[in-house]
């Protein structure tokens, strides 16, 4: 009798739950897709093999200029960095992590790469979705306790910084209170919004550690994976690398003096290059926007009210309608002014687009430079040379996209380093 009533309930919700999205169904009918639906499979057999996905810029910047709610998927991720406003722990919090010298010794990395790996599961899983069921699974005790590890290690650090700056503060003298830039150079990003927020009477110890956790998650994976995949084509195409060494040398000389912004701005092949990787290979393939209202694109579709679009960034990235038939091809020179004004606006996204865009795009292409610069002055990359323009690395996608493989490759010191 139980079960019956149970059955009876579910059935009803099951009604009243497409009644409520039916013109959501009406409209999404309309969109291109997949056809040959069967019962039961659906489309399934449709993902067997090649596939063909239309993905057009206009639509995708119409989309991210107009619908700025992230979707539902994005509660996931909002439970460990908060509601906060993307950088290196270092950078955002003025903390040496040193996970390089020994990775077992941190646990914020530990718990950081646990919680990453829970969000992607609770993303691709649909029974760890419901909050009231994902307690009921082993992961929400993981979960928990890496959230708890975070916030304890980052309410510390902000204690801390609060301490440093106070004492600094009563150390001053009154002709020490005038603008010092080189102060400001020196400072983390914690260091400033604890300070340029009014002290202890600015943004609570929550605020800001919703502020650092998320430049933090967002900023520390995604510039690592790009250099890695960068280092793995400078590996493969050792000619293009050959052109950046010359690059460089033509900066740096044999001096081995340290890399200063202004260099930065004259390496403009290995920006090229960068571009290039992040535009095969962008770290956040794909982001979702929830779309809040109604909307009409440029193609002549419309999109329902409460449905949530994916935008594909990789997919927008390889296609040869914007990017001509070699948009498979690994071609730095794709870059060039000349070249890239022709490319239709809204086909490169790698840090998003719109007023909900990276805020943190300017930082990673320089943090990006910066690390390959340091690395590329001192050492050649060899890796196994690649046959056709076309780089052959398989990737999978967790939160963001990586190597399956890795990023292997092999360091030989410069015989006259830069």
Known sequence: MILWYLLLALAFWTVAFKYKRRRMYKLAALVPGPKNEYPIIGVAHDLVGTTEVVVHPTDLEMILKTCLEKDDLHRFIQKVIGYGGIFAPETAMGVKINAQSDPTSSPFLASMTSLLNIVCARIFHLWL??????????????????????????????????MELQEDKTSQTEVDHHLDLQDYQRKSFLDLLIKLSGGEKGYTNVELREEVMTLTIAGTDTSAVAIGFTLILLGKYPKIQDKVYEELYGVFGDSKRPLVKEDLLKLKYLERVVKESLRLFPPVPFIIRKIDKEIELPTGKRLPAGAGAVISIWGCHRNPEFWGP???????????????????????????????????????????KTALCAILRNYKILGEPEATPIPHIRVKLDVMMKAVDGYQVCLEKRKSAA
């Open 129 to 162: 979705q419901p909050d009231w069921l994902f307690k009921l699974f082993p992961q929400f005790n993981e979960h928990e306790k890496c959230i708890k590890t975070l916030h304890d290690f980052t309410d510390e650090v902000i204690e801390k910084k609060r």
């Open 326 to 368: 070699d948009a498979e091809c690994f071609d730095p020179d794709r870059f060039l002014p000349e070249r890239f004004d022709l490319v239709k606006p809204g086909s490169y996204l790698p840090f998003s687009n719109g007023p909900r865009n990276c805020l943190g795009y300017q930082y990673a292409l320089m943090s990006i």
